[in-house]
């Protein structure tokens, strides 16, 4: 299966507003791709999506109060147990009313850095790491052992003076359509961007030189 997420927030003058929901039919596409699974088009998905959202525009909560989730979701249905590509695939969309990812809302977060687990990678065991994390009073985990990298509910980007880093997107981290927004929009605002590895930015850290850091 290849699944999508997003989530549709409702105005202040009730209006309703998708955000960029074709950057995630193109990456169902890559997905599917890598699946051998036949995908919708891009027209295709935008459509469902907006279908379903139209009909459970009721269900989106009203401003700051949360959201509607968005979950696109394309599955081998056919009949087959064995291992290989099914004889036929089913595409939905369903929907759920959610609250704030977490509990501080939109307060800062207080990340667990983990240096014994991997994140994400070959050797993936990724909810142990997070886990570990909250069972200690932490929002999330950020690191890849020597790298910060994305937590499991966004990516990162390092703030020092006029430049603005987040980890490049090499088969670990998600290559989320909020990071991507970020960058551009960053761009145009005259900001430099860099996509690297942060292997150094704990240190910057803990000695004042990185001014900020955001998710």
């Avoid at 995630?24 to 459509?47: L, T, W, Y």
């Avoid at 996509?195 to 998710?215: A, N, P, R, Y």
């Amino acid at each position: 299966a290849v699944y999508e997420g997003t989530k549709v927030h409702r105005k202040e003058d009730g209006r309703v507003i998708l955000f960029r929901p074709e950057q995630n039919a193109i990456r169902m596409k890559f997905g599917a791709e890598r699946m051998c699974m036949p995908s919708p088009s891009i027209d295709q998905f935008v459509d469902a999506v907006r279908q379903t959202v139209l009909a459970n525009k009721r269900w989106v909560p009203p401003p700051g109060k949360g959201s509607l989730y968005i979950r696109p979701l394309l599955m081998g249905s056919g009949q087959i147990l064995g291992l290989g590509a099914a004889p036929e695939y089913a595409f939905l969309v369903y929907v759920s009313p959610v609250g704030n990812y977490f509990k501080e809302g939109f307060a800062p977060l207080n990340l667990y850095v983990e240096k014994d687990l991997d994140r994400a990678s070959p050797r993936i065991i990724g909810f142990k790491a997070l886990t570990k994390a909250k069972s200690r009073g932490f929002s999330d985990d950020s690191v890849n052992r020597k790298n910060i990298e994305e937590v499991s509910s966004c990516n990162i980007f390092i703030v020092k003076g006029n430049a603005i880093s987040t980890p490049a997107v090499n088969g670990t981290i998600l290559p989320g359509v909020t990071r991507r927004s970020i960058v551009e929009i960053a761009r145009d605002h005259g900001y430099q961007t860099v996509s690297q590895e942060l292997s150094s930015t704990l240190v910057g850290i803990k000695t004042g030189l990185i001014e900020d850091k955001m998710g």
